[in-house]
């Protein structure tokens, strides 16, 4: 619930809990077959984050596990 008393979106909500999670340093190597794919996308319950491959940024602690996960970290 916002402070005006109405109902948070899920994107909205997921974007504050991720910001409260504890940051990780990662970064996503460019992909060996297409250098053209620059740009992660990845969403968590309809908030996304757009990553740029051959940078090290800091994520929420769930955005690494997902990226752990689908094998780009």
Same mark, same amino acid.
């Given at each position: 619930?916002?402070?005006?008393?109405?109902?948070?979106?899920? *994107?909205?909500? *997921? #974007?504050?809990?991720?910001?409260? $999670?504890?940051? =990780?340093?990662?970064?996503?190597?460019?992909?060996?077959?297409? $250098? $053209?794919?620059?740009?992660?996308? =990845?969403?968590?319950? #309809? %908030?996304? %984050?757009?990553?740029?491959?051959? $940078?090290?940024?800091? =994520?929420?602690?769930?955005?690494?596990?997902?990226? *752990? @996960? *689908? @094998? %780009?970290?």
């Amino acid at each position: 619930m916002r402070k005006d008393g109405c109902k948070m979106d899920p *994107a909205e909500e *997921a #974007g504050r809990m991720l910001a409260a $999670e504890p940051k =990780v340093r990662v970064r996503i190597p460019m992909h060996p077959l297409n $250098e $053209e794919d620059r740009v992660v996308p =990845v969403c968590v319950n #309809g %908030y996304n %984050y757009f990553l740029n491959r051959s $940078e090290t940024v800091e =994520v929420p602690e769930t955005v690494a596990e997902l990226l *752990a @996960a *689908a @094998a %780009y970290i």
